[in-house]
């Protein structure tokens, strides 16, 4: 333990000389009531998942709750009653074990520069942590490691550079920046020896590298789930990415079998196990293994809320894991997608921001008074006892009659493909006009998401999920329900502008009655109003979207010869681009 400081007390303790970090968390504590982040009194994410002051990361972010307390702290009734392991920091060593597994990392890929953010200094030198009793992979009985980092600025170190000077290890350029090492042995003196047998460590060559993984590997699958659990809590992305398929399916079993309800620790180890991966061949290979034995079904069976940071780590793991195979397999799939599996995301996206400073202009204001839509649709995802996601989407729709009310369900099963037209862009998908393909867990993850806030791990996928786009003449392609869908988006959208930009348009269609221009209008209106919404799916397409379709077919068809002669002659662009249109509707 580094440090100890109860909640709310005017003295804490500092042991060996830690860095700035810790006295800084300690201070939390004490000073300002933080808890940990991984407290089971404030439960916000797992131990050392987070870059928080209050978690064990060596992070120094503080969030908006905690700037609350430290403005106004809060007293804690009965804190003398308080679990001690509230107040401490167990960080001793955590530092020293993730440089020495880095430095191997890096040398063992081939690359040079290494930064931590918590590369700091201090008068040009910063006493950093001490690894008691360090088991490392060579066997050696070391009684600590010390570790300094020596510089007078924060900035990479060259781990190419590793040479030794007594007990002392250092890594990096002698006039740069760079890491020491001081080396104790069992009594805790210094050993020339064990420094010796450290930096032929540090230096191992690559088979020597893969040696002790094997080794590592084979002797941690003989272990208890809480030691493999630790363990992958800690592994290096070096050790993670070495993972063959076998292994990553042997830990992952082991883990998610060994309890029916999945913890935060446990679903932060699937999260590492699945979102390492790098090889397609492997990505594919335990996605297959996974859907097989229905693990996939298990974990989203286990959740009790999808707004927990176990759905989070799971839905995250998945949803990386799915991205992690072929590319262009994944894109073929998005483009066979059944008609169940297409959808389209907020159809009219920002067109009414864009319409609205308009809407006032008599010219225009009956043509888009269907941006004050009388329905509003609300949808809710629920964990279904099977494994999959359902989403209730209700509309209820206003009028003088009264309010009617419309309800579907859909369901979504976490590794099956989805097609998601994004007409506009959201937080988490940054893409518009677009066919996004996605796994089911992610898209039911954005849709119970809704406008709260997004966590960095839905940003992190989002951003991925963007590259995994069909072009557009996979959607000019489109056909059936999806083709149908994007096919009423477009032209919905693109008469907007049409009017918005030629109001002569207008004029000509709703001039007069009787020659029914007005009528293809009001189809149009009505058609618009459906699909204002902010998700489309087959059944709702089916039943809401497809008669409105052909009403306006037909209203089109009825519209005065006279009046498409007038359109073609003074607007001939634009009487084309509504034929073009309501020929591949009716196709």
Known sequence: MAGYMPLQRQVGFIYDNPNLFIIAHELGHGAFNLRHTFSPESFIAAERTTQNLMDYAGGTELWVHQWEFIHDPQSVWFAWAQDESEGAYGALGVYTEAYIKNIRCKRYRGENNYYDETFKYVNGEYNYDAWSHPDLLNDEKYGNIWVWYTCNKSEA???????????????????????????????????????????????????????????????LSRSSSEKIMNEI????????????????????????????????????????????VKDEGQAST????????????????????????????????????????????????????????FYAWEPYGNVKEKYEAVASNPSFSTFFDWMYNSRTYTYTVHLEDDGRFRVHAIGTEFSHLGPATYQYDFYISPFETVSVYLASKNKYINIEDYTVVMPGVLFAWVIDQGEREANQMMINIGATAVSFYLGGAAIVKATGTAGKIINTILFAKGLADIMLSSPEVLNILVKKKGDKGDVFITKYKDLSKIIDCGLIFKDFADKEISSKISLLITAWGEVDESIKDELKKNKPEVFNYVQEEINKLSN
Do not use: H, P
Not at 159 to 185: A, M, P, Q, T, W
């Open 286 to 341: 335990l996605i297959a293994s996974i859907k097989e034995k229905g693990y996939e079904r298990k974990m989203i069976k286990s959740i009790t809320n999808m707004r927990s940071t176990v759905f989070s780590n799971i839905a995250n793991g998945l949803s990386w894991l799915y991205y992690s195979q072929n590319k262009n397999t994944v894109l073929e799939a998005g483009k066979n997608v059944a008609a169940e599996n």
């Open 157 to 219: 170190i060259d781990v190419s550079k590793i040479s030794r000077l007594g007990s002392y290890v250092y890594v990096g350029n002698e006039n740069g920046c760079r890491l020491k090492f001081l080396v104790r042995d069992g009594n805790y003196n210094e050993s020339d020896d064990l420094a010796q047998s450290f930096l032929e460590y540090l230096t191992v060559s690559s088979s020597g590298y893969n040696t002790q993984f094997n080794k590592y590997i084979a002797e």
């Open 233 to 276: 809590l800690n592994m290096s992305s070096c050790t993670m990415e070495k993972l063959s398929a076998e292994w990553r399916l042997f830990f992952f079993e082991k883990i998610i079998t060994q309890d029916d309800v999945i913890s935060e620790s446990e679903a932060v180890c699937i999260n590492r196990i699945l979102s390492t």
